[in-house]
């Protein structure tokens, strides 16, 4: 863990992720394969996912 803090530390302040940079840009993007996939898993087996459920539709209300 405090490699892995350390590491996004050392990042400069205005590094983004490849998703979120096609998100802004109004790109296809992977959040369905990402996010979509583990709401699909969890429904399959009947497990609620609100918080994916929201960033999901947050994300999806931005394009």
């Given at each position: 863990?405090?490699?892995?803090?350390?590491?996004?530390?050392?990042?400069?302040?205005?590094?983004?992720?490849?998703?979120?940079?096609?998100?802004?840009?109004?790109?296809?993007?992977?959040?369905?394969?990402?996010?979509?996939?583990v709401r699909r898993m969890a429904?399959?087996?009947?497990?609620?996912?609100?918080?994916?459920?929201?960033?999901?539709a947050v994300l999806e209300a931005r394009f």
């Open positions: 863990m405090d490699r892995t803090l350390a590491f996004a530390d050392e990042q400069y302040a205005e590094a983004t992720s490849s998703m979120h940079r096609d998100i802004e840009a109004g790109l296809p993007n992977e959040l369905d394969a990402q996010i979509g996939a429904a399959s087996v009947e497990v609620g996912t609100p918080l994916l459920d929201y960033t999901q």
